[in-house]
């Protein structure tokens, strides 16, 4: 069994921060891409932003140079730490993880069941 699980979300004022984390747990051979999406309501999930194993990342356009992906590969934990929050940016996120659990041969995407961000005076 994996299990990815997210931490860090809550209610926050506009240009406030946050930092989510989000650790694989379980039978795991390999992590390889990890991710954040998020979706707010009446709307469709949409890429955050990914980090693959060696730190290659990529982000949405409205959160470029606000937010930051990273990972911890020891602890297979991947981070977004978010800044200069806007009411926007108000959602369910969710992260993701493309892996090889031990008893399979190829990558399987994992997800988290969500952590609620709110962004809010």
């Known amino acids: 069994q994996v299990q990815l699980v997210e931490s860090g979300g809550g209610l926050v004022q506009p240009g406030g921060s946050l930092r989510l984390s989000c650790a694989a747990s379980?039978?795991?051979?390999?992590?390889?891409?990890m991710g954040w999406y998020r979706q707010a309501p009446g709307n469709q999930r949409e890429l955050v932003a990914t980090?693959?194993?060696?730190?290659?990342?990529n982000y949405l356009d409205s959160v470029k140079g606000r937010f930051t992906i990273s990972r911890d590969n020891t602890k297979n934990t991947v981070y977004l730490q978010m800044n200069s929050l806007k009411a926007e940016d108000t959602a369910v996120y969710y992260c993701n993880a493309h892996l090889i659990p031990t008893d399979g041969i190829y990558g399987v995407d994992y997800w988290g069941k969500g952590t609620l961000v709110t962004v809010s005076s």
């Open positions: 379980g039978s795991i051979f390999s992590v390889y891409d």
């Open positions: 980090i693959t194993r060696v730190g290659i990342t």
